[in-house]
């Protein structure tokens, strides 16, 4: 466990190993909670609602299925044009 020290205006600097297994990158908001034991500090990524559906069960599981799709090499194209497009997409 390392010690780290309250500076001025009481700001804290997270050591680099934990900064770097939790992702957290300057800017990134963290949940600050009381609890019994003392303080604990969580990271929180804020998501911008336009981008909200991006991170529903539903287009997670779609993304994961595209990815697969890709990896197997089932993919047509790239298109000349949209005709060629719809041909492929008929057959």
């Not at 993304?63 to 057959?91: C, H, M, N, Q």
Request: aromatic share 8%; no cysteine; hydrophobic share 35%.
């Amino acid at each position: 466990m390392d010690l780290i020290k309250v500076k001025r205006h009481y700001q804290l600097t997270l050591p680099a190993e934990l900064r770097k297994k939790f992702n957290i990158t300057e800017g990134d908001y963290m949940r600050v909670e009381d609890k019994d034991e003392g303080i604990l500090i969580k990271p929180v990524k804020v998501i911008d609602p336009d981008q909200e559906y991006f991170h529903t069960k539903e287009w997670q599981k779609g993304e994961a299925e595209a990815d697969a799709d890709i990896a197997a090499g089932r993919i047509t194209g790239p298109f000349e044009s949209v005709d060629e497009l719809i041909k492929d997409l008929d057959s």
